[in-house]
């Protein structure tokens, strides 16, 4: 007897039902920003990222909105972690398509 359901299926699910519920609650961050409703905004990019800590679109709209809110310290973290982010997917990236040889050449700098 096969199982109804695969355990990969059921991870795959559960880590796409929070990246949709986080885009949710950036959605409604993205709502209450343009009607001028900033801490209500910031709530919603909290709840975002309280689900996805690695949703980068939530965390710009955060540092964006505590900029606005001359929160400028938490501001500059909440850049200075995104930036990371992208400097680590590159790296990530680099590194898959090296073990896939999908890049044939790397231009070391």
Known sequence: MEAPINIKDFVVNEVTNKRKLAEFYNYKGVQQADEGNLIEALKYFNKA??????????????????????????????FCKISSMNIQARRENLIENF?????PNINFY
Do not use: C, H, S, V
Not at 52 to 78: C, H, Q, S, V, W
Not at 99 to 103: A, D, H, R, V, Y
């Open 49 to 78: 990222l309280q689900i996805d800590p690695m949703y980068k679109e939530a965390m710009f709209n955060r540092a964006t909105i505590k900029a606005d809110l001359g929160e400028f310290e938490e501001a500059r973290e909440d």
């Open 99 to 103: 073990i896939t040889n999908k890049t």
